[in-house]
């Protein structure tokens, strides 16, 4: 029992060691998501090409193909996955955001209280939706750099969980 300790530090060592890299070279964890999202849309169309095999439905097909073809796209441009997955994010930020204000008037036109709240926080998650879009890079760096912060406290409390459950 008191080897299983171990698996926890390493493995809170390994999250570390990947958050650090995340901190010291953000650009190229970027681009090594990209080329990751990558491999999975294409293991995605393996997948999709099996389940037409199985159920002979053609959106299979074609959710395969769909996949094959992003998947290969993001592999070979990492730069372009890159750049992209901001603005899909501000998207869904914006889509949100109107979708929230919008409701909110309605909330606020039938006498529902805290209508209000919705309404700060759709215009809220607009405004960073634009900010997200306006510059890209900064946007992608910051998602990088929380992501490097979660791994390597994550990695610490897993190497306590490991002292204080096998001490």
């Known amino acids: 029992m008191r080897n299983l300790r171990w698996n926890f530090y390493i493995k809170?060592?390994?999250?570390?060691?990947?958050?650090?890299?995340?901190?010291?070279?953000?650009?190229?964890?970027?681009?090594?998501?990209?080329?990751?999202?990558?491999?999975?849309?294409?293991?995605?169309?393996?997948?999709?090409?099996?389940?037409?095999?199985?159920?002979?439905?053609?959106?299979?097909?074609?959710?395969?193909?769909?996949?094959?073809?992003?998947?290969?796209?993001m592999i070979l441009q990492?730069?372009?996955?890159?750049?992209?997955?901001?603005?899909?994010?501000?998207?869904?930020?914006?889509?949100?955001?109107?979708?929230?204000?919008?409701?909110?008037?309605?909330?606020g036109g039938a006498k529902i209280s805290g209508w209000w709240l919705m309404l700060i926080n759709g215009i809220a998650l607009i405004i960073c939706s634009l900010l997200v879009c306006v510059s890209p890079l900064m946007s992608s760096i910051s998602v990088m750099m929380i992501l490097a912060a979660v791994l390597i406290a994550a990695g610490v409390l897993i190497i306590f969980e490991g002292r204080i459950m096998f001490s």
Request: aromatic share 16%; hydrophobic share 65%.
């Open 78 to 107: 990492p730069g372009l996955t890159a750049f992209i997955i901001p603005f899909v994010i501000g998207a869904w930020l914006f889509s949100t955001g109107l979708t929230r204000t919008c409701a909110s008037l309605w909330l």
């Open 12 to 73: 809170g060592a390994i999250l570390i060691l990947l958050g650090a890299l995340t901190f010291a070279y953000p650009l190229e964890a970027i681009l090594s998501v990209g080329f990751f999202m990558g491999l999975g849309l294409a293991a995605s169309a393996l997948n999709n090409f099996t389940a037409f095999h199985f159920f002979r439905l053609k959106r299979f097909i074609a959710l395969g193909i769909l996949d094959l073809i992003a998947g290969v796209v």
